[in-house]
């Protein structure tokens, strides 16, 4: 069959959004002739949206415009119409603020034709703008092409929550039934994913970048992902999980079902621990409250599986306390990497355990599992300075199993945050200490070489058994460090600099070079303690 022929229906939704839904619009119908017609469902827009989208579909016949007569509240009722109207054999689904990147459409066809199956997959990537880094979104999974005869074959598929980055044989939709949650239902992609897969659809895999993800994060009104400062969003994450295990469940796909657990522990759950000090103490005490909740309606064999995972130590302590506690080292194993902090407490028989204060918590996994894949702690502290700035690493023993494995050095380097660029690179030896319970290491950082910026420390810890271990660093803090410096520098005069510690506890670095780089970001600054 020929992909060209015009056999795919683009759903586009959006509300209040006249800034981008025409891009939206135009990406889809630059597809080419395979895209038989773009479906743009505006739910009652007050800003002018519908008017640019009457406007466009005068001039472009494949547009069809469909104006809801009261705003739903949500995504899925106008995806909802999307589906019912749609002529195509095959639809896609894109949201009014996100793109299709070139050839997305050709690819994801060519596939499921090729293949005959009822889903095909691709990779999506979030775009953070204006700055432009993007991330793949579920890379692992879009490594290479694939063909998944159900989807119990490949669990993994229960964490690609997204319903963006696929074509659908609309015919599969409709005989099944395979719908969004009406009105305002948050995170609506759980349940419909849950609902596909349920479904035992045929899927093809593909490694092409089909959808980009615009995350913007200084949005008058954020997105739904983005919005997680009020406990509300965090009640609508667990209950669609829930829905989605739910649905799994009662198709008969266990496996799948535990999949959306292990995903639960491994993202989300990590996801809003790392931000739980950002928070009022109202919100800690509520979302603990309602974590806890949730956590005791998993099974004992959603643990058992990788007890060692972070999310799953997490969900141990949360469990093991009625309130909040270890807030600090909570939000330090939920980063990427994990860290463990100290002190590593014992049981009276010599078992590892969370603390002495909860030695119900075990951490006997530790002591099976490889070095390179425990959670390593190591302390970092940058003094910048004007005659030489040196950065100083320590690394913690971990219940005798970095010793085991014998640290040897540790690889830095300083990445640029948007542009993902190396600006510094260099190895310097660990040297144990005199107790043997730590390694040090001391390296000298060329502040002019960065230039201006935002700067991530990651560090690669290389043992002599011939493993090695990325690890982000803890941000030390204390007299001196983590304090804004003005340093000279040759190349540009001054640099302000300012080490400081991220929302994960990792050290970073801003840095900003000459004078008007300084009164920018003082200006910055000051608009910051204005508002």
């Not at 979104?137 to 598929?157: Q, V």
């Not at 045929?202 to 615009?214: G, K, Q, S």
């Not at 590593?344 to 909860?358: E, H, K």
Request: overall charge positive; charged content about 25%.
């Amino acid at each position: 069959m020929n992909p060209h022929h015009a056999k795919v229906s683009v759903v586009v939704i959006g509300y209040d959004d006249a800034a981008h839904v025409a891009d939206a619009v135009r990406s889809a119908l630059a597809q080419g002739p395979a895209v038989g017609e773009v479906i743009a469902v505006d739910d009652r827009s007050t800003d002018g949206s519908a008017e640019l989208l009457d406007g466009l579909a005068a001039a472009e016949p494949r547009l069809r415009v469909i104006h809801r007569p009261a705003n739903s509240g949500g995504c899925g009722s106008p995806r909802n119409d999307g589906i019912d109207a749609a002529t195509g054999r095959y639809l896609m689904f894109l949201d009014s603020d996100d793109v299709l990147p070139p050839g997305a459409v050709d690819a994801l066809l060519a596939a499921a034709e090729a293949h005959r199956v009822q889903v095909a997959s691709g990779l999506c990537v979030r775009r953070e703008l204006p700055s432009g880094r993007e991330v793949p979104w579920e890379r692992a999974l879009y490594a290479r092409p694939a063909l998944i005869s159900r989807p119990s074959r490949r669990l993994r598929l229960a964490h690609d929550t997204l319903c963006v980055n696929k074509l659908y044989r609309t015919d599969f939709l409709r005989e099944h039934g395979i719908r969004f949650p009406e009105g305002r239902y948050p995170y609506e992609d759980f349940v419909f994913t849950a609902r596909v897969l349920a479904a035992a659809p045929r899927i093809a895999l593909i490694p092409e970048t089909v959808y980009v993800w615009h995350v913007r994060r200084d949005a008058d009104r954020l997105s739904i992902s983005l919005d997680r400062a009020g406990i509300a969003n965090w009640r609508a994450r667990t209950e669609a999980n829930q829905a989605a295990y739910e649905i799994l469940l009662g198709a008969g796909e266990k496996e799948l079902a535990r999949a959306v657990h292990a995903k639960f522990l491994d993202h989300e759950l990590r996801m809003y621990t790392r931000e739980l000090e950002l928070r009022t103490p109202e919100y800690r005490s509520d979302w603990w409250d309602l974590t806890r909740g949730y956590l005791s309606t998993f099974e004992a064999a959603d643990f058992a599986l990788n007890p060692a995972a972070p999310g799953r130590l997490v969900a141990r302590v949360i469990l093991a306390r009625p309130a909040p506690c270890d807030l600090p080292r909570l939000k330090e194993l939920a980063a990427r990497p994990a860290r463990l902090l100290p002190p590593y407490a014992r049981a009276g028989d010599g078992t590892p355990v969370w603390s002495p204060d909860l030695p119900e918590v075990t951490l006997e996994h530790f002591l099976g599992r490889p070095a390179h894949l425990l959670p390593a702690a190591v302390d970092a502290e940058l003094r910048p300075r004007a005659r030489g700035t040196r950065l100083r690493l320590r690394l913690h023993e971990l219940y005798g199993r970095m010793a085991e494995a014998g640290p040897a050095s540790v690889d830095v380097e300083f990445v640029h945050r948007e542009q993902q660029r190396v600006g510094l690179s260099g190895t310097a030896a660990l040297v144990a200490d005199r107790y043997g319970d730590s390694w040090s290491a001391e390296t000298a950082v060329e502040l002019s070489a960065l230039g201006a910026g935002t700067w991530d420390l990651r560090l690669v810890v290389r043992f002599r058994d011939g493993t090695s271990r990325e690890v982000s660093a803890h941000a030390l803090g204390g007299p001196g460090l983590l304090r804004r410096r003005v340093v000279p520098d040759a190349h540009h005069g001054v640099l302000l600099v300012q080490p400081y510690r991220t929302h994960a506890g990792a050290l970073g670095l801003r840095t900003a070079s000459g004078w008007r780089g300084m009164t920018e970001v003082v200006s910055r600054r000051l608009r910051r303690l204005l508002h």
